[in-house]
């Protein structure tokens, strides 16, 4: 499920570029970090946010400003909310000190999510130094539904299946890191060995988990598709 291996390690590569390029990273806030609520002239109102601690990276050619942005009192499933108010900040941004001529923004429906490194933002946008206006994606997730179905849910309350969805993923990542350690995939011929070792401990882990919270392999299951479905905050990963 979670595709933590797909962020491969590209240190040397970042090493020549910042080289090449002398670029400087700072990191840097703006004036006024959180609003409450946000009213324009056109009719919506904009969601209350806390932006985090932006960075600002320069080379000669290029001024990158990056941020995430959390939402307050709001689930973040309105894209048109969403889209305007990064367009608010964008503006904002913009005709700051910093001066950029590249921006990133990125909006999370809590810090948790913005915490997690597996990408669990609603919305963001893009201005690279050559674009003349900005663009705004979205990614789309269910709405919460009332607590009736489907019927694992009468007996696992939202808070606990939701501690399953973190242990469920906390497994995989243990997974992945012990099958590392035991055969690197530094060595091709490990390719084999390293996937095979860490589907067995995921089976081992999730045996745990399903002991622990007296759930069948079957609600496991659906709980992780749930919790991928509804965007529900991944635990930060962390190495061993």
């Known amino acids: ?13 970042i090493l020549f570029a910042c080289c090449l390029n002398s670029e400087t990273i700072e990191s840097t806030e703006l ?14 109102k904009l969601s209350g946010y806390r932006l985090l601690p932006p960075t600002i990276s320069r080379t000669p050619t290029k001024t990158l400003y990056r941020a995430n942005i959390v939402l307050k009192g709001d689930d973040g499933l309105n894209d048109e909310n969403n889209k305007q108010l990064l367009l608010h900040l964008y503006d904002s941004i913009k005709n700051s000190d910093a001066s950029p001529n590249a921006v990133s923004l990125f909006l999370f429906q809590t810090e948790e999510h913005s915490q997690s490194g597996m990408g669990q933002w609603v919305a963001r946008l893009s201005k690279a ?24 849910r009468k007996s696992l309350t939202l808070e606990i299946r939701k ?7 906390q497994a995989e990542d ?45 609600t496991l299951k659906t709980i992780s598709l749930e ?8 635990p930060k990963y962390s190495k061993d």
């Open 174 to 218: 243990k997974s992945m890191q012990e099958a590392e350690r035991k055969y690197p995939l530094t060595s091709f011929s490990n390719a084999e060995k390293n996937d095979t070792y860490q589907h067995q401990l995921a089976k081992k882990f999730k045996a745990e988990i399903q002991r622990k919270f007296k759930v069948d392999q079957k």
């Open 31 to 44: 004036t006024d970090t959180t609003n409450d609520e946000i009213s324009i002239a056109a009719p919506i």
């Open 227 to 234: 919790g991928l479905e509804y965007n529900w905050p991944m």
């Open 129 to 152: 130094k050559n674009d003349d206006e900005p663009t705004v994606a979205a990614q789309h997730f269910k709405i919460p539904s009332p607590e009736k179905a489907p019927s694992y």
């Open 163 to 169: 501690e399953i969805f973190k242990e469920i993923i």
């Open 1 to 13: 499920m979670r595709k933590r291996f797909l962020f491969t390690s590209l240190s040397a590569i």
